[in-house]
């Protein structure tokens, strides 16, 4: 096949690009230059796009023999991504963009773009695995769990994932190291990247704060009581008890959490530990990686967090909203998560979390 | 097969000028030494230099050896601008970054005022506007620099009526891409100064030239051992400087042949595509140098697509990071920044052939088909 390998400076997507080349495919290039105004340097795992990574995705793939291109997304992923994370805060919601990415960039416009110019598909150096079955291509978690990404892929639909290739899921980290200094790729030693590219100090309240001012508003209990101040709502995030700056004290002097976050009357709700709880959840636009998921509920799990655990539930569709009832309950989770269902270690489905329960 | 058509950003290197090159490098001895082996290098050095002065028309003296023709460019702008007790800097809109960087460096950093002389539709720059500037201001003028050919469409520009509307106002041309592909004489022009390069003539990289009229001292950019009139330090790069002259004397380059290469060229495209358009297609422009306009395409999608069937050409310009940006050139004159992302340049050398041409014009139609549906997915 004729493909493009997204490559974005990193170790991952240097070997993805080169097992892709060993597999017999015709590969290209492609470093998503995704940042109007690039920092010249990387500074340790945060922020990506730099020049560096530019030079360091180049390098690879002149090493490994393949043309080499860069392509400006940095509109697309201005629009789809900075200004839809800058949103969902302003909703209340606490948004994933390496989601986000993946569904509008990686394999929206780069895929969309890379199919109009004759090629077949898209290989990155995410950690997830596809096979092909019964029902047709499926996505997988990877074999490394702490590296497993197909929780961040799980937006893709079956289109997508019919014109994606992951060639290191059946691979642990360290080993992607070792091959990378076997095969020469002077970034081998180069650190993951973490936190979100767009934030490179990682603070991403103080990030928010400068591009959407901060508005004072009060900090309330269940019963609507103030106990104290915030400096803008959206800086906030669900099940959060550090830096609340509360001054009323509760009468056993347990701690407060964030409960809820309403952006229209800029309120920040806070509560007890146990009101965190969350035994089932509902999300929107629904996006299956596979067979659609019906309304007769199933059993499977449910993971909400990147890296986080994956929960025992019953899913099922209710009106276009994918809906998980889990067996244990759940503290603290914010809307604008994805929740993504898995049947095994195959990825289902994902939906963005709006109402939990 | 595979096509190379960028000669304008680099072209291969004449046979006599490796094998000029090749002597020169198993040659010992620094120029500036005063024994047997210096004194025999820098006679190598200025009988090069002696050539290359009877090429470009000017005194061997006038010829200050610098490390690229960016360098002679920083030399010239910089170098005139420190000469000056003036502030004003005059350059037209469609320079090389050569020339605009260190202009905006002074504004920045040294008081400069730039006036950018605009350029008309075809490519041209306005001498009305010079003029009027010159009437207004000629005692704040410290110096005027405009190219002799512009880089990406070609376009020739009237240095020789510039250099009389100056009057005493010193101009400085970049010949860099018309040096020996059309006739230049830096005596007839009057000009103050001029650079040449030599990797675009046939030469080796590394080696460029201010000319420098005699008896005009400027301030230095390199302090060191004074080689270069005091002007350009560092030790002579014999073997590049010989290879440069050989090059150049060889005179190989067939401006006719190209020329029409080029015409055969254009006239394909346009018959497969009828809305491209040629950029500065009614200016007098250089013989090798074709620009061209794909209406509803993106340029680094062309060049990706024409690369992965082996024909070689360029877009204007990227920034550091290797981002396609809408060139300033096409900008200037006039083309809205989505216009100049469509646009592609194709240039032709002496080692350019009609089967080149063939070739390119065969894979044009799909590529610019896939090119016009990528970008429609874009803007989707």
């Not at chain 2, 004074?226 to 790069?237: K, V």
């Not at chain 2, 005179?251 to 015409?263: G, H, I, M, S, T």
């Not at chain 2, 395409?297 to 990227?318: E, F, I, Y």
Request: proline residues 4%.
């Amino acid at each position: 096949m004729k493909i493009i390998a997204a490559m974005s400076g990193g170790v991952d997507s240097a070997v993805a690009a080169a097992r892709a080349v060993e597999a017999g495919h015709e590969v290209i290039g492609v470093h998503l230059a995704l940042s109007s105004n690039p920092q010249k340097y990387r500074s340790g795992a945060r922020g990506c796009c730099t020049i560096e990574d530019s030079h360091d995705a180049r390098r690879a793939a002149d090493v490994i023999g393949i043309p080499f291109y860069i392509w400006d997304m940095a509109d697309e992923f201005h629009e789809g991504v900075v200004e839809n994370f800058m949103s969902e805060y302003a909703a209340g919601r606490t948004p994933n963009p390496c989601l986000r990415c993946n569904e509008k960039i990686k394999f929206a416009a780069v895929l969309d773009r890379a199919k109009a110019m004759g090629f077949d598909g898209v290989v990155t150096g995410h950690y997830a695995r596809t096979r092909e079955s019964d029902i047709g291509r499926t996505l997988h978690r990877a074999v490394d769990p702490l590296k497993d990404q197909s929780y961040v892929l799980a937006v893709l639909n079956r289109d997508q994932i019919n014109g994606a290739i992951f060639p290191l899921g059946d691979t642990e980290k360290v080993d992607i190291r070792i091959e990378a200094e076997a095969r020469g790729l002077a970034v081998a030693q180069k650190p993951d990247s973490h936190d979100i590219c767009f934030v490179p100090s990682g603070d991403n309240a103080g990030w928010l704060r400068d591009r959407m001012g901060s508005e004072v508003g009060p900090i309330v209990d269940q019963d609507g009581n103030k106990l104290g101040e915030h400096k803008g709502a959206y800086t906030y995030t669900i099940g959060q008890r550090k830096g609340l700056g509360l001054t009323v004290p509760t009468a056993d002097g347990s701690p407060r959490f964030v409960l809820k976050i309403e952006p229209v009357s800029n309120t920040v709700v806070v509560g007890a530990r146990e009101d965190l709880a969350v035994t089932s959840m509902r999300g929107e636009r629904p996006i299956f990686c596979g067979p659609a998921v019906g309304a007769a509920p199933q059993r499977g799990f449910v993971q909400v967090r990147a890296h986080g655990a994956a929960l025992d539930c019953t899913y099922y569709l209710d009106n276009d909203q994918l809906v998980a009832e889990l067996d244990a309950p759940l503290l603290g989770l914010a809307t604008g998560q994805a929740m993504v269902i898995y049947d095994g270690d195959r990825v289902v489905g994902s939906a963005t979390i709006c109402e939990t329960a | 097969m595979s096509v190379y058509l960028d000669h304008a950003a680099t072209t291969p290197m004449f046979d006599v000028a490796i094998e000029a090159m090749n002597t020169a490098l198993r040659k010992l001895g620094n120029p500036s030494s005063l024994h047997t082996e210096g004194r025999s290098t820098r006679k190598d050095v200025e009988d090069a230099r002696e050539q290359i002065a009877r090429a470009i028309d000017c005194l061997p003296s006038e010829i200050i050896f610098t490390g690229s023709g960016t360098e002679a460019d920083n030399a010239a702008i910089k170098g005139l601008f420190w000469h000056s007790d003036k502030k004003v800097i005059l350059v037209s809109s469609i320079e090389h970054h050569a020339i605009l960087d260190p202009a905006h460096w002074l504004v920045e950093h040294e008081g400069a005022q730039l006036i950018e002389i605009p350029v008309d539709g075809d490519g041209v720059i306005d001498l009305h506007f010079l003029k009027q500037v010159i009437a207004e201001r000629s005692n704040e003028i410290a110096l005027i620099s405009v190219m002799h050919s512009n880089n990406e469409t070609g376009v020739i520009q009237p240095i020789a009526e510039i250099v009389t509307i100056a009057g005493d106002i010193p101009v400085h041309c970049d010949a860099v891409q018309s040096f020996t592909k059309v006739p230049l004489s830096f005596k007839k022009l009057g000009l103050f100064a001029m650079t040449i390069s030599g990797h675009k003539v046939g030469g080796p990289l590394g080696i460029g030239a201010l000319i420098l009229r005699r008896a005009v001292e400027i301030p230095a950019l390199l302090h060191g051992g004074g080689q270069e009139r005091d002007i350009r330090s560092g030790t002579l790069n014999a073997p590049s400087i010989v290879a440069f002259a050989a090059a150049v004397s060889a005179n190989l380059y067939n401006a006719e042949k190209v020329l029409a290469l080029r015409d055969a060229f254009e006239s394909g495209v346009l018959a497969s595509r009828p809305d491209a358009v040629i950029n500065g297609k009614n200016s007098e422009r250089l013989p090798g140098i074709s620009n061209i306009t794909f209406p509803g395409t993106q340029s680094d999608s062309l060049l990706l697509l024409m690369d992965s069937q082996k024909v070689s050409c360029s877009t204007g310009a990227a920034c550091t990071a290797g981002v396609q940006r809408p060139s300033h050139v096409l900008m200037a004159m006039g083309l809205s920044d989505v216009v100049a992302q469509s646009s592609l340049r194709f240039s032709f050398g002496s080692t350019s052939t009609q089967a080149d041409v063939d070739y390119a014009l065969s894979v044009i139609p799909d590529v610019i088909e896939r090119g016009l549906a990528a970008h429609s997915v874009g803007k989707k």
